[in-house]
């Protein structure tokens, strides 16, 4: 028996940064994302040898325990372990033995809400074996407090909703841990027309979420007014983006990605620099009308929307500063599991 998952990677079109805490507990946040046709993979083979081995497929990376509870933690199989301890302590599956193996369609660091993805996708796998009564909801819950809270790694809560859902969704982040989730009905012709006009671009660069998260946070507690009002901008760049999608304006999604990418650049000092500057310049130069960074910034990939016939123009401006396009569809599913 093998069980597998996979759930897509996804582009925050409006409103990053307000699903952190304390904003989203303060003032409540608001995001517009979509995944796209990049997935994180996660394959679990028992074993019966009283060893649980976990596999990054590509990378050479491997690691090995005893077949025991509760793992401790260990740097580059964090995400990992604490998938595996929280589902044997809030679960009671008893000590376990199995391979699990994942793989990511793009580097982790890339903006794309990778590691938040593979623990949708790990955890995905063990809903899966053990036949868990989990809801998608479920889901994006526990995966947010593995990473968040049982993991005390720093971030928002837009993944992992994301992962597990699946297509283009409004999301409203309360205190309380309140998420609601709104599926956005768009018509075909305007995903067809958003994915012709809108330009992937990775700009060869990683970079590390925390210390931008880090930075925000602290603006926030700080009630520092610049980055506050900026995150308050970028909460109604969400809802004008909405409004633009499911109106078929898109004459205006350039307009709303760019108020958002000025307003973005005032929540954390490192959020862009010379690199990503020149290269949304220059991709507004040759045509673009907006874009942004995605994810909390610093590097990574970036979009542009593009329209008219200027796509292949500005790939071809941006790409001689060091990057190169990536190409890329809308996916209308989430988390999916299976077994063979």
């Keep these: 028996m093998i069980i597998r998952s996979k759930a897509p990677l996804r582009i925050g079109l409006a409103g990053g940064g307000t699903d952190v805490s304390p904003y989203a507990e303060l003032f409540g946040g608001a995001i517009l994302n979509a995944t796209i046709n990049l997935y994180a993979y996660s394959t679990i083979e028992p074993l019966n040898n009283g060893k ?66 593979l623990v949708v996708s790990m955890l995905g796998a063990f809903v899966e074996w053990f036949k868990l009564p989990l809801g ?41 841990d309140k998420v609601i989730v709104n599926p ?88 862009s620099n010379d690199l990503i500057d020149n290269i949304y310049n220059k991709a507004l130069e040759m045509g673009a009308t907006g874009g942004k960074i995605s994810g909390a910034g610093g590097g990574g990939f970036m979009f542009f929307y593009c329209p008219g016939v200027t796509k292949i123009k500005v790939a071809k401006a941006i790409e001689a500063l060091g990057g190169k396009m990536h190409s890329f569809h809308f996916t209308s599913h989430g988390l999916t599991t299976w077994t063979i």
């Design 52 to 117: 649980i081995e976990f596999v990054i497929d590509g990378m050479n990376q491997s690691i090995s325990f005893d077949s025991k509870k509760e793992l401790p933690v260990t740097k580059e199989f964090e995400l990992f372990i604490g998938v595996y301890n929280r589902v044997v302590k809030q679960f009671n599956t008893g000590a376990l033995s199995f391979r699990l193996t994942s793989f990511i369609e793009a580097p982790q660091g890339s903006g794309l809400g990778t590691s938040s993805t």
């Design 136 to 176: 998608q909801y479920d889901i994006a819950h526990l995966a947010y407090e593995i990473e968040r809270i049982d993991l005390g790694m720093s971030g928002g809560r837009q993944d992992q909703y994301a992962a597990t859902f699946g297509g283009f969704n409004y999301m409203e982040f309360f205190g309380n």
């Design 184 to 271: 956005l009905q768009l018509k075909p012709e305007i995903v067809n027309e958003l994915e012709m006009n809108l330009l992937l671009y990775f700009t060869d660069t990683q970079r590390l979420s925390a210390k931008i998260i880090n930075e925000q946070v602290k603006n926030v507690n700080e009630k520092n007014e610049k980055s506050v009002d900026a995150m308050h901008n970028l909460k109604e760049q969400a809802h004008l983006m909405k409004d633009s999608l499911l109106k078929g304006d898109l004459n205006k999604i350039g307009e709303v990605l760019h108020f958002g990418w000025q307003n973005k650049k005032q929540m954390a000092t490192s959020i």
